[in-house]
């Protein structure tokens, strides 16, 4: 049974930084893709970044050059370093993994930017 797991949320001021982790269970995150959606209260959910299998990244315009993803695959974890966060960042972050008939996810994570 795969299980994702997200860690590393929590209360930051503004231009603070914050890393979130995502380690799986039952599956090695090396072999797939893994991501972050997030939702904040009361709007839609919102693709944030991906990591390819081959380590490519992308971002939503809205982090770009401001977070970063990263593998630990001695870890098995996916990590998203987030800096520079604004009060729009805040959210609950939840991490993803395709598979080849379902996409895994984890239960989320609370990210509050906030002074």
């Known amino acids: 049974q795969v299980q994702l797991v997200e860690s590393g949320g929590g209360l930051v001021q503004p231009g603070g930084s914050l890393r979130l982790s995502c380690t799986a269970s039952g599956r090695n995150l090396s072999f797939y893709a893994v991501g972050w959606y997030r939702q904040a209260p009361e709007k839609q959910r919102e693709w944030v970044a991906t990591i390819t299998r081959s380590e490519s990244t992308m971002y939503a315009d809205s982090v770009k050059g401001r977070f970063t993803m990263s593998r630990d695959n001695t870890k098995n974890t996916v990590n998203l370093q987030m800096t520079s966060l604004k009060p729009e960042d805040t959210a609950v972050y939840y991490c993803?993994?395709?598979?080849?008939?379902?996409?895994?996810w984890g239960q989320g994570t609370q990210v509050t930017v906030s002074s």
């Open positions: 993803y993994s395709p598979g080849s008939t379902t996409t895994y």
